[in-house]
């Protein structure tokens, strides 16, 4: 039949699609039925080998057409071996294994803020699930070592972005297993927010030192760096008022500085 040739092709929406017009023309015959349930059946075996073998996005395809197409029919229902709700825990297991894959590609790339992102997608999805909780964890680590590796280089940018990226995002790791008490304690709020001001202190010493040195476009860069990372605090700074323009100054002021003696 053209449905049975759909199915073999792998085109399971149209399968289901045929199986369910011979069903309305005939309603009451247990044959049509029965191959419509068959139908069914071995589209969701084909999801779950597809799962098993790690080819998470046409798992999920498979899942999703079985979900959008459910049939509420008692006697279908009946019939099958499984329920709705085990094609909805699949289709979840498979987006969040997707999302990790991406956010593993985007923390590879050092993208943080991304793959932070893409791991909460995951565990809002599976909020129990233990693998997708301890491989958050585990990205937790990494990027707060890349943030002291940054703090110990002096690179106050990045070491300000990854520290706010983890006191931004603190709520969604507290309490994760595997990250341990050692960890957890470098990671408290008042720990973070103290190696933020650090980088802030450090960006204003760059921008001031530019500053005096006369070369105003850097300083002014510096000054972009301190507000497009969140990091403005009120500072105060000696200079000669022939060495600064109205750009600068107002660069100045909205980084946070409050006085030129």
């Not at 509420?72 to 329920?83: G, H």
């Not at 997708?132 to 964890?137: F, H």
Request: hydrophobic residues 40%; glycine residues 10%.
């Amino acid at each position: 039949s053209d449905a049975a040739r759909h199915l073999a092709a792998g085109e399971y929406r149209k399968a289901i699609d045929l199986q369910k017009a011979m069903r309305l023309k005939a309603p009451r015959n247990r044959k049509v039925a029965a191959e419509y349930v068959a139908t069914v059946e071995e589209i969701k075996r084909a999801a779950d080998a597809a799962r098993v073998k790690g080819d998470y996005a046409t798992a999920a395809g498979t899942y999703s057409i079985l979900v959008g197409s459910w049939d509420e029919d008692k006697a279908v229902a009946e019939a099958l071996t499984f329920k709705k709700s085990d094609l909805e825990a699949g289709l979840g297991i498979c987006r969040s294994a997707i999302r990790g894959q991406e956010a593993r590609r985007e923390m590879k790339a050092g993208n943080f803020g991304k793959a932070v992102g893409l791991y909460r997608a995951a565990l809002k999805d599976q909020p129990g699930e233990k693998s997708a909780r301890a491989e958050y964890a585990s990205a937790i680590l990494e990027i707060k070592a890349a943030g002291e590796r940054a703090l110990a280089e002096r690179d106050y940018a990045a070491a300000g972005r990854i520290h706010g990226l983890l006191l931004d995002n603190l709520g969604s790791f507290e309490g994760l297993e595997g990250i341990g008490k050692a960890a957890a304690a470098s990671l408290r709020k008042d720990r973070l927010f103290e190696a933020i001001k650090v980088c802030r202190q450090g960006l204003t010493n760059s921008g001031l030192a530019e500053y005096r040195k006369g070369d105003l476009e850097r300083a002014i860069e510096i000054c972009r760096g301190i507000l497009e990372r969140g990091l403005r605090i009120e500072w105060m700074c000696e200079g000669r008022v022939d060495r600064v323009d109205e750009e600068m100054l107002r660069w100045m002021k909205t980084a946070g500085c409050s006085l030129i003696a």
